[in-house]
Structure formats: structure tokens, C-alpha cells
């Protein structure tokens, strides 16, 4: 996958957890997405600024993206949330 990730649903445990509604999980980081920041553990909860609540939202966000472009991440560490830039390798 272009963006270097491998992510799984939330289960409702981690949900309520971290108070969200949806998001998925990262499982695995490789470049380009390790380069980025993002790290195993990481909840993504939007891309390209489209709200992600589950696996099947995440694969069709990314089926639209222009892969040569770098695309925007909303992830959450704990108790923080931020923007990163994935950029594709070329």
C-alpha cells in the first residue's frame, strides 16, 4: 500500500477507552508512513480530511487519493491528536 500502513478496526474496549467514535488502528508502520512519524499503535481518524471510522472507510478514501501526492493524516497518540504528511515514495 502506497502510504507504508496496515491498520485494523478498534475494538469497542479501545473505543471507549480514548472516547471516539471510530478510527483504526495502525499495526504496522513502513516507509513512507514510518518517515511521517506515524508509529504501531497510532489511531487514525481522518485522511485527507474525511473523517475514518472503520477499515472499509479508510480503503475507500484511499482508492480516490492521487498517489503521487502527500496526503494529510489526523492520527491520535494517547492523549494527543495531530496532523503529519504522509508523502509517497516516488
Not at 512519524?37 to 480503503?59: H, S, Y
Not at 482508492?63 to 494527543?80: C, M
Request: proline fraction near 3%; glycine fraction near 6%.
Amino acid at each position: 500500500q502506497f502510504l507504508g500502513l496496515t491498520v485494523s478496526e478498534l475494538t469497542d474496549a479501545q473505543r471507549q477507552e480514548l472516547k471516539l467514535r471510530g478510527g483504526v488502528r495502525v499495526d504496522a508502520v513502513t516507509e513512507p508512513a514510518s518517515r511521517a512519524g506515524l508509529n504501531e499503535g497510532d489511531v487514525i481518524l481522518a485522511v485527507a480530511n474525511t473523517e475514518i471510522k472503520n477499515v472499509k472507510e479508510f480503503e475507500a478514501v484511499l482508492s480516490r487519493l492521487d498517489k503521487t501526492k502527500p496526503v494529510a493524516i489526523l492520527l491520535r497518540r494517547g492523549e494527543w491528536a495531530q496532523y503529519t504528511l504522509i508523502r509517497p515514495l516516488k
